[in-house]
């Protein structure tokens, strides 16, 4: 076989590969879809505020409690919040972009945020208000 031939070949092995990659649906190709339960309701523990991967509380979630400024990504939660629940007796939780932008709060009068659109996502930093 020439080298012209084998080259012809394998050529023709790889666009059979991509055609069949870019035409068949990615969950035909992993297998059954495993995905994250969602959850109707908050369920953060008490004496915590939690946020979540998810809108309307769904797994997997992430929780704090400490005052003061954190920096989500020592956790890997940055750009990743969707959805919050405040589990507190008071104060307030702000949710930041790059610590310049508040996005929004959740605190002991408004506990949830089931949804963080327009700016899912968006969170690097929170900042917790202890009185």
């Known amino acids: 076989m020439s080298i012209a031939n084998l080259l ?48 309307n509380f769904g797994y997997p979630r992430g929780q704090l409690s400490s005052c ?14 969707d959805s919050a629940h405040f589990n507190l007796d008071s104060g307030y939780v702000a949710f930041y972009y790059q610590k310049t932008q508040e996005l929004f709060r959740i605190s002991a009068v408004n506990r949830v945020r089931s949804d963080a659109a327009p700016k899912r996502d968006w969170a690097t930093h929170v900042y917790r208000y202890c009185p």
């Open 68 to 81: 003061g400024w954190q920096s989500l990504s020592t956790w890997s939660w940055q750009f990743r919040v």
């Open 8 to 55: 012809r070949t394998a050529f023709t092995a790889f666009v059979a590969v991509l055609v069949v990659w870019v035409t068949v649906p990615a969950p035909a190709l992993a297998g059954p879809a495993v995905r994250a339960g969602t959850y109707a309701a908050a369920d953060c523990p008490r004496g915590w505020f939690c946020f979540y991967d998810l809108p």
